[in-house]
């Protein structure tokens, strides 16, 4: 009897076969399995912690909002002994000049970040706070959560006037759990009525910490004095992209600049961009190293195989010698062979699922980060696959071994 539906019927057989034997040997086959396990767990654990660790970049960027521009004076770019000219920073005449030349731009704020500053209240102290000047457009485009009472107004920015937003952390060191909303704190001999308190700022888990916003006028006037800025952060118009929108404000300050390569656009998304780039390829690469052990399990199941038809020798002349084939004898073989790959990449799988859920689990737990985790059901399905494959190729020529095997040669064997 031959054709296909013998051949099924063999594979069936087969089947029922390999898995009889695993039963039989626990202890070898599991040990066989073992780098196959070991080569699927690995791959499809990769898979699933760069995928998360993206998701999480993707969604902590999205709290500032990824489409925001930035805009800095970077004299280092221009080329030596290429001179200034007058431009010696940003001012807030750029703001402006920005808004009326840049049709791509619908939100542009200037600001000033100082850092390290001591912020008093009554007798108790708070140090190495963060002390950000910003517009009213400061809260849009930096997106912080406002808890109690309000945002820097324009209002506050055209009158200079002397309030301030305070962060949780900044609360907690100078009032304690009194409600400091209409209290008045001072910084650098500048007193400031806190009108404001937002939520804690927090970026790839970390907080920014003790930090407060002044109105950027009051920074200038008052504190630091003249016009210049530290940045200008700008959104684009709904209907125009993020490159669209840094090349119009790139275009509009080389035109100002003379084409002198002074000021340098930057963007949350280019960031972004670089971090997923990174990741993925840091992912890919450890993926393939971790293939690696696909093949050494690959050459124990070979080597078991071998070992297998060793023992079974004169099982196989019997089979042979009563009718089987030798397409019949070399289909076992390979099928035991992809049976003990696939329930090692069965194993493997699970583990990785254990691991990815509980480690992240556990990250939680431990140090509140919450890591978004999918399991890469693509990926491991292709590393499930991969590993029958390798069983399969493995397991190639031990089977070819049996099914060559002379019937009469193979009945004499002990």
Same mark, same amino acid.
């Given at each position: =009897?031959?054709?296909?539906?013998?051949?099924?019927?063999?594979?069936?057989?087969?089947?029922?076969? !390999?898995?009889?034997?695993?039963?039989?040997?626990?202890?070898?086959?599991?040990?066989?399995?073992?780098?196959?396990?070991?080569? @699927?767990?690995?791959?499809? +654990?990769?898979?699933?912690?760069?995928? &998360?660790?993206?998701?999480?970049?993707?969604?902590?960027?999205?709290?500032?909002?990824?489409?925001?521009?930035?805009?800095?004076?970077?004299?280092?770019?221009? $080329?030596?002994?290429?001179?200034?000219?007058?431009?010696?920073?940003? *001012?807030?005449?750029?703001?402006?000049?920005?808004?009326?030349?840049?049709?791509?731009?619908?939100?542009?704020?200037?600001?000033?970040?100082?850092?390290?500053?001591?912020?008093?209240?009554?007798?108790?102290?708070?140090?190495?706070? *963060?002390?950000?000047? &910003?517009?009213?457009?400061?809260?849009?485009?930096?997106?912080?959560?406002?808890?109690?009472?309000?945002?820097?107004?324009? #209002?506050?920015?055209?009158?200079?006037?002397?309030?301030?937003?305070?962060?949780?952390?900044?609360?907690?060191?100078?009032?304690?759990?009194?409600?400091?909303?209409?209290?008045?704190?001072?910084?650098?001999?500048?007193?400031?009525?806190?009108?404001?308190?937002?939520?804690?700022?927090?970026?790839?888990?970390?907080?920014?910490?003790?930090? =407060?916003?002044?109105?950027?006028?009051?920074?200038?006037?008052?504190?630091?004095?003249?016009?210049?800025?530290?940045?200008?952060?700008?959104?684009?118009?709904?209907?125009?992209?993020?490159?669209?929108?840094?090349?119009?404000?790139?275009?509009? $300050?080389?035109?100002?600049?003379?084409?002198?390569?002074?000021?340098?656009?930057?963007?949350?998304?280019?960031?972004?961009?670089?971090?997923?780039?990174?990741?993925? !390829?840091?992912?890919?690469?450890?993926?393939?190293?971790?293939?690696?052990?696909?093949?050494?399990?690959?050459?124990?199941?070979?080597?078991? $195989? +071998?070992?297998?038809?060793?023992?079974?020798?004169?099982?196989?002349?019997?089979?042979?010698?009563?009718?089987?084939?030798?397409?019949?004898?070399?289909?076992?073989?390979?099928?035991?062979? #992809?049976?003990?790959?696939?329930?090692?990449?069965?194993?493997?799988?699970?583990? !990785?699922?254990? +691991?990815?859920?509980?480690?992240?689990?556990?990250?939680?737990?431990?140090?509140?980060?919450?890591?978004?985790?999918?399991?890469?059901?693509?990926?491991?399905?292709?590393? +499930?696959?991969?590993?029958?494959?390798?069983?399969?190729?493995?397991?190639?020529?031990?089977?070819?071994?049996?099914?060559?095997?002379?019937?009469? @040669? !193979?009945?004499?064997?002990?």
């Amino acid at each position: =009897m031959s054709g296909p539906r013998h051949l099924w019927q063999v594979f069936v057989q087969s089947v029922g076969i !390999a898995f009889a034997m695993l039963r039989l040997h626990k202890l070898r086959a599991f040990l066989t399995m073992l780098g196959v396990i070991i080569g @699927v767990m690995s791959v499809t +654990l990769i898979v699933m912690i760069s995928t &998360g660790f993206r998701l999480y970049i993707n969604n902590e960027f999205s709290k500032f909002g990824a489409d925001t521009l930035f805009l800095v004076y970077a004299p280092e770019g221009r $080329m030596r002994g290429q001179s200034l000219g007058d431009i010696e920073g940003l *001012t807030l005449d750029d703001i402006q000049y920005i808004r009326d030349r840049c049709e791509t731009i619908g939100v542009a704020s200037g600001a000033i970040q100082l850092n390290g500053q001591t912020v008093r209240y009554g007798d108790q102290e708070a140090r190495s706070v *963060t002390v950000m000047a &910003g517009d009213e457009g400061f809260q849009e485009l930096n997106r912080y959560e406002i808890l109690e009472g309000r945002a820097i107004t324009e #209002a506050d920015h055209k009158g200079r006037t002397n309030v301030c937003v305070i962060s949780e952390d900044l609360r907690d060191r100078l009032f304690r759990k009194e409600n400091p909303i209409g209290k008045r704190i001072t910084v650098s001999g500048l007193s400031f009525e806190v009108v404001g308190l937002m939520k804690n700022m927090e970026f790839l888990g970390q907080s920014v910490g003790r930090a =407060m916003i002044i109105p950027l006028s009051t920074a200038l006037n008052k504190w630091i004095g003249g016009d210049q800025i530290g940045m200008i952060t700008m959104k684009p118009k709904p209907g125009y992209t993020v490159s669209q929108a840094m090349d119009d404000v790139w275009r509009v $300050m080389m035109k100002k600049s003379g084409n002198r390569p002074v000021y340098r656009v930057d963007s949350r998304q280019s960031f972004l961009e670089l971090f997923q780039a990174i990741v993925g !390829a840091a992912g890919i690469l450890l993926a393939a190293i971790a293939a690696l052990s696909l093949l050494v399990g690959g050459i124990g199941i070979m080597n078991i $195989m +071998l070992v297998s038809v060793t023992e079974r020798t004169r099982e196989i002349g019997l089979r042979m010698a009563v009718g089987a084939q030798r397409a019949a004898i070399l289909i076992q073989f390979l099928v035991e062979a #992809a049976v003990l790959s696939l329930v090692g990449g069965l194993i493997g799988m699970l583990c !990785a699922m254990a +691991l990815g859920y509980g480690g992240a689990l556990l990250l939680k737990l431990a140090a509140d980060l919450t890591i978004p985790v999918a399991f890469p059901w693509l990926a491991g399905l292709g590393a +499930l696959l991969f590993s029958a494959a390798v069983g399969m190729v493995f397991g190639l020529f031990p089977a070819w071994s049996a099914s060559r095997l002379d019937p009469i @040669v !193979a009945l004499r064997s002990e």
